[in-house]
DNA sequence: AATGAATGAGTATTCATTCAT
DNA sequence: CATGAATGAATACTCATTCAT
């Protein structure tokens, strides 16, 4: 039976208790980049955020509810740049790349992770609601600049992109030309099925 | 302080022995497929394997020895398939492609959760040597088929070609026409980068 | 490499924790007052002090630091009385004698099990400075009674003084006229090298 | 109930056992030596001295006999010196603190832990005899040379004496003109008592 | 006899979570 | 609300001892 996503126990109506909720999914954060998933956990996030065990537990009501936060909070971050690309330069290939780019190199390693947790997370409709949303925008933008296109290649290039990206930003490939890079791989990818 | 490799405790020298040590190593695969990274524990890998938690340590000298061994195994088994190709039909990037496709859609999860592991793993030199043979015999085939190209654009291609086979293994993509797939996005970059 | 000590792990903050660290550091003496050096164990500790076993680590990060916290519990209640007689009445050989000699006789296992115990551990600095202040302490006495002595020669008079000290604490000696037998073991030998 | 002391589960006849007995008690001692009554184990013991595991379970029961073998290995080794002492020269005191300043600088710290593990050891009838000689031996070499005496005042004078040497055996005291120490602190406690 | 593979009870330590203050 | 003390099941790892070969 698919355990449920647990909701946030209860929504902070203060402005303490939004800054509260901040600070622990933020230490979730820095705490992913620095020893992945493996070395996560929550009294370890409390002390970093600074707050006490107890309090954490007032907001989210187990370990897994602050990674789905967390990953709503990256989501909604990447999706907000994408709308505003996808609103004013709607063709603009190299435009999205680079944001991705910046997300990406903003935190690399929290990126990674975030990958592997997703893997055994419970994500809630919202956030899946999210990562449909960025792969739609993504996907439009690519048939603007190449044409009309199977929804397999397109999800093809994405990860193709994305693919790229991250290894440049777990240092395999090198950062210079990385726009250019990315352009070429999902370019080169998609001129030659649509050929 | 890169924490240095724990060499395996004690080689095993009757038949039995090494038996038990592929057991515990097999049943460490098992369980990474089944939940991923955080899933492993040496009191399971030792009930799957069959044997009592102190054989398992016998040999191993603590869980990440175990992984390393995995990691080494996996190697192994690639190394030498490359190998043999290199050897015989040295231009055969197809060949290539579909030995690797064999390789990650035999245990999709199992590699998928052992490039995982591998970020925070502290591999031996015999296991980083392999790497780096993987690499160079995968960038000869291409230089072989493609004509002489900068080192980060062979490895762009190496790294672009698995994501490919990667997110096919974990579902993303669909198994049909994933050899061409994989070549066009390969060449697709190449030829690109080629002018 | 000498191994530093771990410091404590948390400082406990309420009343409640303040008995809890003290319920645990006494178990562990009892249990060394039993069974020596090797009978302790961290569950044993735990369940004696009657608390859990989480509980013990949230202010003990290993075995080892319980043991130094007893090593400095007992120092620190000889010193307070030595600093006393030293300050009142600083030419009294015989109260320190007497000093040492109850605060042997209080637990005399438990004080054969901790220097038996201090060869292996990793006293921390306020530990050593303690050592110290025990030794100059017991040195000035011992010159206000005997004159000016060389260095060796005091601190071999309070070598000869403990251990018929503890002789008698395990029971190879009578305990009739230890005392005595302490001061007369002390002056004769310091008699002796003074000439 | 006290545990029975157990005999060496089958005596050595050939020329090979022996010297395979004799290795696991030498290496018994070595272990002693490094790391405390603590740091050993039947494992390790068997591995310094170059034997299976199932080879020392052959001729030693459990770990208690092979600590028991040691002890007896030293008091014989001990007691056959201070009978030549005894026997030729019966008054020389100063030879027998000499002799046991060498059997106990030999190897400070084998000496120390073993005091240690006695107090757990269940020592067999020969080893307990072995003691008792010792005892014997001392004070009547302490009677030849200061007269009759009571027997507590002797036994402190042989503690006195021990203590002294260990001190400077683990370093306490400095090694130069030990012997003259040692002897000062024993003659200077007797004839003190002696009036 | 000797070997070394295997066992499992025992010990060390972590971490998600609850609850009294 | 916030705190931090306490819990204990889960996990990591050791070591005395047995047994098949």
Redesign the interface.
Known sequence: MPKAPREPRKTPRQRRAVATCAAIVEAAARILEE????SINTNLVAERAGVSIGTLYQYYPDKEAILVALVRRERESLLESLRTIAANSPTALEEMVELSIRHQFGRPRLA?ALE?AE??LHLDAEATKMTREIAELSSELLVARFGQLDR?EL??AV??G???IN?AG?G???ETALLD?VV??V???????RG
Request: charged share 15%; glycine share 10%.
């Open positions: 020893g992945g998933v493996v990674a592997v893997t055994t397999v999800l093809t990860i193709i994305r693919a790229v290894a777990e395999q490939l090198p890079r070429n791989s370019s080169g990818y998609l001129e030659k099925v």
